[in-house]
């Protein structure tokens, strides 16, 4: 089992380093407990984030018990990995609220009641809080070599830029001493993370062995990049977030559906929790029928479905076919109207106020750079309000036109939409 894990892991590409390869399947012939550390920089966890959550998901399903950690303490505290400034300190109470509401998406990927591989949900202010700075400068800072903690690459990259305070710099004893503390709780043997954490976690190795003389393994995960080199998980509006607050169920289904087709092979191995044999399978239709986006919607469906939840997965899909057409757009609620819409270019107009003609709003819109661009548009016979032809440039919606009595869907061409919407 734990070879046929490995093996798994690295046809994904998602090893990036690990301590000694026959070691660590040894250790995992047998059911351990290993860990994941998250951060609350945010309210919400993102993709990057994501794909070491999905690792840990892995090793579960392969009978190893999760531990997830919430970094309350170093949340208050900030790595400085891939950082080329300071971070900004949250206030802790601040730090509170964001750890509660990643602990609940947590809860959604990893699977907290199985009697055997239930997760251990963990937050390191519980043994951080504790210690006196005395304490954990006599008892876990002495354990720890300046130079050796210069040399790391987080360090050296600040320190030849803009320099580094000393809260940042002691983020990777705090994480260590996280390692140790799970080594000793939960007899924790393997950390995972982002490659760029590799020296934050081989930290963790050298106190448990310095100070319980035992030994534990590390394993990274290759930080993902699009095909273009371009960073994966962000888009023209940020980041992609998990909490539908920030980042709407549509948006997260459409990030999907419109990956590019040089990415899908990779995404397809990273997020997708479907065997291989039908991973292959979608990845050759990517190649051989690439106008029917099959692994892109499947994939779509698969973690909109887990993030979101079935029912939420069904009516983005439903209001995404509806939007183009391909659906009746007045069966949506508003809900997911809402969320459907909230991406397009839109004109407001005020309550009671008389409609424009179509080719003003369109032009109102921006998705054309004046009215008789617009005009041509119906000439051509690619005009569209709630998916219905509009014949005449004279053409002005009604009140009855309204979806939910708030919003107005245009649409020029196939693929290009605008939203109208009524404020006030």
Known sequence: MSKALLEDLQWRGLIAQSTDAKELETALSKPISLYVGFDPTAPSLHLG??????????????????????GGATGLVGDPSGKNEERTLNDEKVVTDWVA?????????IDFSDKKTGAIMANNLDWTKPVSALEFLRDIGKHFSVN?????????????????????????????????????????????GGSDQWGNIVAG????RKVEAGSAHALTVPLLAKADGSKFGKTASGAIWLDDSMTTAYEFFQFWLNSDDADMPKLLKVFSMKERSEIERLIQ???????????????????????????????????AKALFGQGEISSLDLA???????QLPKTVIKKGQDFPSWVDLLAATGVVDSKSAARRIVKEG?????????????????KSDLLHGKYLLLRKGKRDLAAVEIVG
């Open 148 to 192: 050796q903690m210069l040399a790391k690459d987080s360090v050296a990259n600040r320190l030849s830029t803009v320099g580094i305070s000393y809260t940042e710099f002691s983020y990777q004893v705090l994480q260590a001493f996280d390692y140790l503390e799970l080594y000793r709780r939960h007899q924790c043997l393997l950390q995972i």
């Open 101 to 109: 509401k990643i602990k609940r998406q947590l809860e959604k990927v």
């Open 382 to 398: 690619g005009a569209y309000l709630n998916n219905k032809k509009v014949e005449s440039e004279d053409f002005t919606p009604a």
């Open 285 to 319: 239709t990517v190649q051989t029928n690439p106008g029917a986006r099959e692994a892109h919607r499947e994939l779509a469906r698969e973690l909109t479905t887990l993030i979101h939840g079935a029912d939420t997965a069904t009516k983005v899909e439903e209001a």
């Open 205 to 208: 190795l050298d106190l448990i």
């Open 336 to 342: 997911t109207l809402d969320s459907a819409l909230s």
């Open 49 to 70: 984030n994501l794909v070491v959550l999905l690792v840990l998901r892995r090793f579960q399903l392969a009978g190893h018990r999760p531990i997830p950690l919430v």
